[in-house]
Nanobody, 114 residues
Framework: QVQLVESGGGSVQSGGSLRLSCATS????????VGWYRKVAGRERELVAW????????DYGDFVKGRFAVSRDNANNMAYLQMNSLKPEDTGLYFC???????WGKGTLITVSP
């Protein structure tokens, strides 16, 4: 059974940092990319960051503007999203997804206060 479980969300002040983790199981992690998505107020669910299976290629949503960094640990079936310079408009629910599938985690909530 495929599982993805996000953790690391919480409340921070504007300008703060958080590191999200995505723990995966039930599939061969190293052959799939991983996407991080978010649902924030007033916007459709959107891609935050994506990392290829090898970790050599990454992509980011335009709104990230160098603030976030996606990474992965294929030995431990984990993906990460380091988020710096957080803004109140980053408040929302963040999910990880196995690329090319409908396998999603349940999300972790981030709240950024002014």
């Amino acid at each position: 059974q495929v599982q993805l479980v996000e953790s690391g969300g919480g409340s921070v002040q504007s300008g703060g940092s958080l590191r999200l983790s995505c723990a995966t199981s039930g599939y061969i992690f190293k052959i799939y990319g991983v996407g991080w998505y978010r649902k924030v107020a007033g916007r459709e669910r959107e891609l935050v960051a994506w990392i290829s299976s090898s970790g050599l290629n990454t992509d980011y949503g335009d709104f990230v503007k160098g603030r976030f960094a996606v990474s992965r640990d294929n030995a431990n079936n984990m993906a990460y999203l380091q988020m710096n310079s957080l803004k109140p408009e980053d408040t929302g629910l963040y999910f990880c997804r196995r690329s090319g599938t409908e396998d999603w985690g349940k999300g972790t909530l981030i709240t950024v206060s002014p």
